[in-house]
């Protein structure tokens, strides 16, 4: 593991119940590829009210946590310290696998261009070998 969620808590400012990522487990050597884990549990507060008889994360929910790993990636970089991502559009999202309690969320985000402050990221999140989502984000670091 590279960061554990106090060590992401000093990278992003996302505090509980906001805070969707438990851990980092690897930077690519090239700064562009992050890995990140979320470990859902059925006493997460979106639970009281999406579906509460029948567990499903929210796939906004599934987003931003790939939008936070993204942003540990972004934000660790010592140009960006200190900095703050914010989230600046999506495209092409699919969901492919419903997300529940006791899934391991296995997230890897990619950076794949830079274009005028905006970054452009390929996002994919699995639980053990199948693909929940697969998209494309964008984020901009500012103060």
Do not use: W
């Not at 990278?11 to 700064?31: M, N, Q």
């Not at 884990?37 to 929210?58: I, S, W, Y």
Request: with cysteine; glycine share 10%.
């Amino acid at each position: 593991m590279l960061y554990n969620s106090n060590e992401i808590q000093q990278i992003i400012p996302h505090r509980y119940p906001f805070l969707l990522v438990d851990c980092i487990e690897s930077i690519s050597e090239d700064g562009k590829t992050i890995i990140g884990r979320k470990c859902v549990t059925a006493n997460e507060m979106q639970f009281l009210g999406h579906f509460p008889d029948k567990h499903v994360m929210p796939g906004v929910l599934i987003i931003e946590a790939l939008a936070q790993t993204g942003c540990v990636l972004l934000l660790s970089k010592a140009e960006n310290k200190g900095k703050i991502g914010y989230f600046a559009g999506i495209n092409k999202a699919r969901f492919k696998k419903q997300v529940i309690p006791g899934d391991v969320l296995t997230m890897k985000v990619t950076l794949t261009k830079e274009k005028g402050g905006i970054y452009f990221a390929a996002i994919e999140a699995k639980v053990e070998d199948q693909i929940a989502v697969v998209g494309e984000i964008m984020c901009a670091v500012g103060d």
